[in-house]
């Protein structure tokens, strides 16, 4: 699985409907219309995220490894 950063993780969450609800920090947190959940996006500088991370930040999203490509 190709890791990225978080700051293209953001791009990809807008992408597929999720709205940036606040910036805390370097955490950007993220809701979407219709879901109960909250995504927490750890954005620094141009590190990219961790392989774990990333999987449970897929999942929650519902995002494929084919749409982080």
Known sequence: MK???????CRIL???GWNLARIQGSHHIYT???KSIIIVVPVH???DL???L???LMKLAEIK?????
């Not at 890791?3 to 993780?9: E, L, M, P, Q, V």
């Not at 490894?65 to 490509?69: A, L, Q, T």
């Open 3 to 9: 890791t990225i950063s978080g700051k293209n993780f």
């Open 14 to 16: 807008k992408k597929n």
């Open 32 to 34: 979407k219309t219709g």
């Open 45 to 47: 500088r141009n590190q």
């Open 50 to 52: 961790k392989i774990g």
């Open 54 to 56: 990333l999987k449970k």
């Open 65 to 69: 490894e084919k749409d982080i490509e």
